[in-house]
T-cell receptor
């Protein structure tokens, strides 16, 4: 089983739609959680951290469920510019820190 | 100013050759990394250095040898290139402890194609 699993998609949604991505992680030593965004042929960039209480940044909402070991990202009012791959990232603390990336979920927002 | 810069951006070479990719960061970070992103888009860590010292060395063939002359630079040398080495190699840096606590800042990537 992969340490971090995501639905690869692609998700094809119209502008203005709400779309949600889920990510599951297998190691209970996972300590910190993030969503990164990667545009086609570009480097990954941090989108937002994910906190236990859930957090929101504009149209983006991230949730963490430690009991079920999953993380979610909700995008409201999708824009064309949201088209990208969204990477779920987990940091394990097993004596040392290790960053694990999911393979990403591709999103296409259509006009 | 580019925070994490790597060169070259594109590299096309024959099997069996030796090549290097260079990385520099001007963020003052202590920790630098090399990641490999293959055709299936998995980003996998290869190496991590904290203040010039090797901290993480994942299961990577010993044809790959990182070198950190100072904490702002982390270079990657690859000997005897194989077809399976074709990928995008990303350099990254992070201000925190080795392993990537907090935000990782990535370079633009170096796309290596082995023919």
């Amino acid at each position: 089983r992969k340490e971090v699993e995501q639905d690869p998609g692609p998700f094809n949604v119209p502008e203005g739609a709400t779309v949600a991505f889920n990510c599951t992680y297998s190691n209970s030593a996972s300590q910190s959680f993030f969503w990164y965004r990667q545009d086609c042929r570009k480097e990954p960039k941090l989108l937002m951290s994910v906190y236990s209480s859930g957090n929101e940044d504009g149209r983006f909402t991230a949730q963490l469920n430690r009991a079920s070991q999953y993380i979610s990202l909700l995008i409201r009012d999708s824009k064309l510019s949201d088209s990208a791959t969204y990477l779920c990232v987990v940091i394990l603390n097993t004596g040392g820190f290790k960053t694990i990336f999911g393979a990403g979920t591709r999103l296409f927002v259509k006009a | 100013d580019t925070a994490v810069s790597q060169t070259p951006k594109y590299l096309v070479t024959q099997m069996g050759n030796d090549k290097s990719i260079k990385c520099e960061q001007n963020l003052g970070h202590d920790t630098m990394y090399w990641y490999k992103q293959d055709s299936k888009k998995f980003l996998k860590i290869m190496f991590s250095y904290n203040n010039k010292e090797l901290i993480i060395n994942e299961t990577v063939p010993n044809r790959f040898s990182p070198k950190s002359p100072d904490k702002a630079h982390l270079n990657l040398h690859i000997n005897s290139l194989e077809l399976g080495d074709s990928a995008v190699y990303f350099c990254a840096s992070n201000p925190g402890l080795a392993g990537g606590v907090g935000e990782l800042f990535f370079g633009e990537g170096s796309r290596l194609t082995v023919l």
